[in-house]
């Protein structure tokens, strides 16, 4: 049974920071590419950050340059490293493994986890 559970969400204060971190388990963690997503409320799932089974990382242009994204194959681990954050990041964040491919739509995604709220106040 696969499972992914994020951790490390909050409220922190806009310019703070949080690191998220999802758990996988039941899959061979170093042959997926895993992502995170985000959504608000009312609004879609949105990608956010990837990281493929070679490390290359892809970013969305709203936080390149402020979030990176790392993974640690031997704790089969994700971590989203989130900085200079702004009340607009504010969402359910979500991570997200698939087989093959990097890609940012999320419907390629074939596992996700439950969510970690974020909450940034102003």
């Known amino acids: 049974q696969v499972q992914l559970a994020e951790s490390g969400g909050g409220l922190v204060q ?3 920071s949080l690191r998220l971190t999802c758990v996988v388990s039941g ?3 170093s042959s997926y590419t895993m992502g995170w997503f985000r959504q608000a409320p009312g609004k ?3 990608f956010v950050a990837a990281v493929n ?7 969305s242009d709203s936080v390149k340059g402020r979030f990176t994204i790392s993974r640690d194959n031997a704790k089969n681990t994700v971590y989203l490293q ?9 969402a359910v964040y979500y991570c997200a493994a698939r087989r093959t491919v990097i890609t940012r739509r999320a419907d ?3 596992y996700w986890g ?3 709220q974020v909450t940034v106040s102003s």
């Open 27 to 29: 899959l061979t963690f």
């Open 108 to 110: 390629d995604y074939n």
């Open 14 to 16: 806009a310019g703070g």
């Open 44 to 46: 879609e799932r949105d």
């Open 82 to 90: 989130m900085n200079s954050l702004k009340p607009e990041d504010m």
């Open 53 to 59: 089974m070679n490390n290359s990382t892809y970013f």
């Open 114 to 116: 439950q969510g970690t």
